[in-house]
């Protein structure tokens, strides 16, 4: 419809413009041509007139240097013209039949008009310039006679019927070549506008895709015109368009993230109180009865009261060694605190947690292998290393089974070494596996509850590693769960 419409218009403005300016030269043709002509006639009488009198006075009227002249007047204006002496002898004519001429001329002079009529359209005192109708052969003239400056007669005459035939052929031809002018106009109107009209359909079919937020469509530049600048412009506003939407798309991502972050912020937050006041309500309990029974002296012996102080030493114990992780754990995840990167052996490092932990082995009955004379020197903080495989070791002994055995072993990598620490026992149930380092999550909370856990090592374990910007996870086995970590051994 739009290419139809654009194009019936642009071949309607053409051919109205050819028309139109066709019918203008057709109307003042048929109007103003013959007067034209007639004007023209006119005045090439007059101007020959004037020449033939100046050569009359210069006496050289019948000199063979005027004959070239003497014709040009005569053949340019279509006029017949014949000179005659005071005594009727033929001075100069450019007509054959001289008697004709001559005898037309004297009915002239002498005004026999019995079969013409005449209007005058200028007279002097020279000549006369008049309209000469032929009644009986209906032939119109335009006549100029007069007298000569050396007193010879003069007589020009020119036929109208030239004038008018020549008129008519015109309007006739211009009628005729008018018609093919639009045929003509029509034809190219159409094949220009279509070819005008391909590269705006081209924009208007890239514009809509644009609305579409289709940036893939491009114009394809092909001269150097105002469409072809147009179509190199929309290309331009196509490709801001599409970064800007992207800039737009890629901020409102962040955005979301943002406010999902910040929800997730949130539902930690009321978690972190949950649980803080869930991990402290059971302690303080039991400070508070085993307080009151003492103040109450509900049992007078010496070794009930000890046993009722040891066990608000232990609670208030428990509650500050969760206070410390606490706070150790804050200070990692917002990064107060220093990582001094230093190289040790952490095979003797992991001996040392063995040898502090040998009483729980032995209590629990737990065998441990572990290659202790292999040396693996590493790059990290000493101290926060040693405080990760404590946790490691700590939950295998907590939660090792059947065959009560522990493994650490090294798995030596390019330029790191992944640390394993795996102990039998049941594996952790796979849509849990992810949450263990969560704070306060656990997986047993009455078995973690009958060793003392709070649920927050796991947690100190994965911002210690992250502050290392090194890896750790959970792999489980068909017998036992390996938790594992990875060490730089290299400097860079």
Known sequence: MMKRSLTLQYTGTILGLVAGTVLLCWFLNTTFLEHYYSYNKQNAMLEGFATINVESVNGTLESAGFDVDF???????????????ADGSIVRTSVNDTQAIKRQFMDVLFGNYEDRSSETIKKTNNYVLEKQVDTRLGSEYLVLWGTLSDGNLILMRSAFESIRDGAEISNRFLA??????????????????????????????????????DFNAKYEVKGENEIDELGQHINQLSGTLEKTISELKSANNELLIDI????QIDEMRKEFLSNVSHELKTPLALIQGYAEGLKECVHEDEESRNFYCDVIIDEADKMNQMVKKLLTLNQLEFGNDHVSMERFDLTELICGVIQSSSILLKQNEITLTFDADVPMYVWADEFKVEEVITNY?????????????????????????????????SPIPEDEIDRIWIKFYKVDKARTREYGGSGIGLSIVKAIM?????ECGVINHTNGVEFWLELDTKSQ
């Open 176 to 213: 005729y070549s008018g018609m093919l002018a639009v045929i003509l106009s029509a034809a190219i109107s159409i094949f220009a506008s279509r070819k005008i009209a391909k590269p705006i359909l081209e924009l208007t079919d890239i514009s809509r895709r644009m609305t579409d937020l």
């Open 260 to 263: 999902e972050r910040k929800t």
């Open 466 to 470: 992250d502050s290392f910007h090194r």
């Open 71 to 85: 014709e040009r007047i005569c053949a340019d204006g279509n006029i017949s013209i014949l000179i005659i002496s």
């Open 393 to 425: 070791l700590s939950n295998a002994i907590h939660h090792v089974k059947e065959l009560n055995r522990i493994d650490i072993k090294y798995t030596q990598m390019k330029e790191y070494v992944r640390v394993s620490v795996f102990n039998t026992g």
